[in-house]
């Protein structure tokens, strides 16, 4: 009896290492992740299959809250007005059947501001209402900070491209992350944008600095592979300085470009009439891959973005980010096959 004990504590010790160093080994791979668009329902099971196939390790998965303007409180999230995809049921969905897969989950919760106004404007006119804001956006992601543990999700980001926010509340930003590692045992990190990130003065208390990295790494239409790749290589060296003060990983919280021909000078200009290029796009992902995707210090990224209903997404007279069903869908595929 007391060698059965024995066998059994041991056999539970053993697996409960086993366990921990699988989850460390876990985190220590490549992110080869994709951003996964929320829909208007849930997600189908054989949606998973494109994600599969393209050899993503990761996907983000985004609920949303919707706020009336840049200056004023009154956050909305999980409101039976929105889109089943941004809410709890749709986001709970789509973790399940990412973990069924064997897909990890980075879990992002971001603000939609009223008329498309960009997030890091957002800024409050007294400390009334930043006070009731805060309060408003503590109970946002601290609901996501739940399902998260609940569901068991890899990886919480706690907000996207917030810059005044971060930058002149960054008391409450400290406190949220203690409040949220009461709740959430996973990793945590913020995505700030690729002019902001340098302002944030809380990396020291997250687990990877998250950089959406839609940096211009050339000018004009159509550049060719070696200027993008000395643009990107003249950034590689900041990006690695950054990650050595605060003793962390960078992670691309998001990274790609449209198919246009100019999409390496603004990447973030959903907005541009530029022509149509393919090439281009795939000319500015695979300067990104050959000269800092395979770096230390970067643990990967979730490439912008998308769509579950895979057949019907992108191709050739779509001309915004996503890379499905166009020529640079192949190489994303061959560069996440590698690791």
Known sequence: MKRLLFLLAFSSCAYSWGQMNTEANMLEQQINGL???SMNR???PDEA???TAMKANWVSVIPFAFMPSKS???????SKWQWAGERVVGATA???LMHEKGVKVMLKPQIWVGHGVFTGEIRMDNEKEWLKFEKEYEEFIMTFAKLAEQEKVEMLCLGTEMNHFTVDRADFWKQLIKDVREVYSGQLTYAENWDA????TFWDQLDFIGIDAYFPVANGDDPGLDELMTGWRDLEKKIAAFSDTWKKKILFTEYGYRSISDCAATPWDYKSSSKNSEQAQWNALEALYQTIWDKAYLAGGFLWKWYPDHSSAGGSKN??????NKKAEELVRTVYSRK
């Open 35 to 37: 951003s996964l668009v």
């Open 42 to 44: 849930l997600i189908e």
């Open 49 to 51: 299959e494109p994600i």
């Open 72 to 78: 004023s409180s009154g956050l909305v999230f999980d």
């Open 94 to 96: 789509s973790i399940r």
């Open 197 to 200: 990130y340098e302002k944030v």
């Open 319 to 324: 001309n915004m980010f996503t890379v499905q």
